[in-house]
């Protein structure tokens, strides 16, 4: 039996002081880390405690925007006053994922740092998983690979981001801060997840010993014209096959901005500035959506038990900004 110490973090200089320690892991709701750790995933040596160092607070920025603190409950974030009204695609995405004992455990920072369910990962009787015995193989690539990649992915990893919070985030351009023993970095969400390459085992650009202090959303055009669309096997409690975060600005039936991000088709959600751009100075139209989605998944390249994602995300475009412009 592996021995695991555990530290009560004071503040938010003592957490970074005690995450600097060899094989030292931050925990606040432990919804994921601590089922990884029973399953003999993670082998976290220690346990740094920051449910109490106060980074849950939420809270208007001076320019509108809003900053959602690290231990802030999913449930709270997604029930709060300024999220609802200005942000709604965010409750939407909040409230659609796990169940609601879940949502009122798990923190902003353990959602974005939420491991894949690929089940090669998260059963440890599998002994080919890049991501958790890097150089292993791959066994979805060659065995069940339904749920998983089809743009993004590589030999090494076709897993998928599991967050329907961080397909939200990504579409609303959200802001990670985190601290660490360098100092303070801002990070933009879509920098913030990797593409598996040759290294599938680092999900994030984290250095060893960072701590996600809060999120901030910029001030939002988005709020009467969002939506969040997630394709499952079952209405609760289950990860998506495909879901779309669509916001737009409109001008009449005109588009005057719009984003447009995909869950459940890569490692991390995906975006592509080419296809939002095609929205814009357009009327919405079914036509116009079908375009976009098909330049969204240029290049897929998805195996055989999972090539029926591309229609869906296709089709799941179309139907998310459909309702995101009908929305107002």
Same mark, same amino acid.
């Given at each position: 039996?592996?021995?695991?110490?555990?530290?009560?973090?004071?503040?938010?200089?003592?957490?970074?002081?005690?995450?600097?320690?060899?094989?030292?892991?931050?925990?606040?709701?432990?919804?994921?880390?601590?089922?990884?750790?029973?399953?003999?995933?993670?082998?976290?040596?220690?346990?740094?405690?920051?449910?109490?160092?106060?980074?849950?607070?939420?809270?208007?920025?001076?320019?509108?925007?809003?900053?959602?603190?690290?231990?802030?409950?999913?449930?709270?974030?997604?029930?709060?006053?300024?999220?609802?009204?200005?942000?709604?695609?965010?409750?939407?995405?909040?409230?659609?994922?796990?169940?609601?004992?879940?949502?009122?455990?798990?923190?902003?920072?353990?959602?974005?740092?939420?491991? +894949?369910?690929?089940?090669?990962? +998260?059963?440890?009787?599998?002994?080919?998983?890049?991501?958790?015995?890097?150089?292993?193989?791959?066994?979805?690539?060659?065995?069940?690979?339904?749920?998983?990649?089809?743009?993004?992915?590589?030999?090494?990893?076709?897993?998928?981001?599991?967050?329907?919070?961080?397909?939200?985030?990504?579409?609303?351009?959200?802001?990670?801060?985190?601290?660490?023993?360098?100092?303070?970095?801002?990070?933009?969400?879509?920098?913030?997840?990797?593409?598996?390459?040759?290294?599938?085992?680092?999900?994030?650009?984290?250095?060893?010993?960072?701590?996600?202090?809060?999120?901030?959303?910029?001030?939002?055009?988005?709020?009467?014209?969002?939506?969040?669309?997630?394709?499952?096997?079952?209405?609760?409690?289950?990860?998506?096959?495909?879901?779309?975060?669509?916001?737009?600005?409109?001008?009449?039936?005109?588009?005057?901005?719009?984003?447009?991000?995909?869950?459940?088709?890569?490692?991390?959600?995906?975006?592509?500035?080419?296809?939002?751009?095609?929205?814009?100075?357009?009327?919405?139209?079914?036509?116009?959506?079908?375009?976009?989605?098909?330049?969204?998944?240029?290049?897929?390249?998805?195996?055989?038990?999972?090539?029926?994602?591309?229609?869906?995300?296709?089709?799941?475009?179309?139907?998310?900004?459909?309702?995101?412009?009908?929305?107002?």
């Amino acid at each position: 039996m592996q021995a695991i110490f555990y530290d009560r973090a004071r503040d938010l200089a003592d957490a970074v002081r005690l995450g600097q320690q060899p094989g030292a892991r931050y925990i606040a709701g432990g919804t994921n880390l601590l089922d990884l750790m029973k399953g003999d995933v993670e082998h976290a040596q220690r346990l740094v405690d920051v449910s109490r160092v106060g980074l849950d607070a939420i809270n208007e920025l001076p320019d509108g925007g809003l900053r959602i603190g690290a231990t802030a409950r999913n449930s709270d974030t997604a029930n709060h006053r300024l999220v609802r009204q200005r942000y709604p695609l965010l409750s939407q995405a909040l409230l659609s994922g796990a169940s609601g004992q879940l949502r009122n455990m798990a923190t902003t920072g353990g959602n974005l740092l939420q491991r +894949t369910r690929c089940p090669y990962f +998260t059963d440890t009787a599998f002994n080919q998983c890049n991501k958790r015995l890097p150089g292993s193989g791959c066994g979805a690539r060659e065995g069940y690979h339904r749920m998983h990649a089809i743009v993004g992915a590589s030999p090494a990893c076709i897993a998928v981001n599991p967050s329907d919070m961080n397909v939200a985030l990504a579409a609303l351009d959200a802001v990670v801060l985190v601290a660490g023993a360098d100092g303070e970095r801002r990070i933009p969400i879509m920098e913030f997840h990797r593409l598996p390459g040759d290294t599938p085992q680092q999900d994030t650009i984290l250095r060893p010993g960072e701590l996600i202090t809060a999120v901030e959303l910029p001030p939002s055009k988005f709020a009467r014209n969002s939506y969040y669309l997630k394709v499952r096997d079952r209405a609760s409690y289950a990860f998506a096959l495909v879901s779309v975060a669509a916001a737009l600005e409109l001008d009449g039936k005109v588009v005057k901005q719009a984003r447009v991000a995909l869950g459940g088709v890569a490692h991390k959600p995906w975006r592509a500035a080419a296809a939002e751009a095609m929205l814009v100075g357009k009327p919405l139209s079914d036509g116009v959506s079908r375009e976009v989605a098909l330049r969204l998944l240029e290049g897929a390249q998805p195996l055989p038990e999972n090539q029926f994602k591309i229609e869906m995300a296709q089709r799941a475009v179309v139907r998310a900004l459909r309702i995101a412009g009908d929305s107002a």
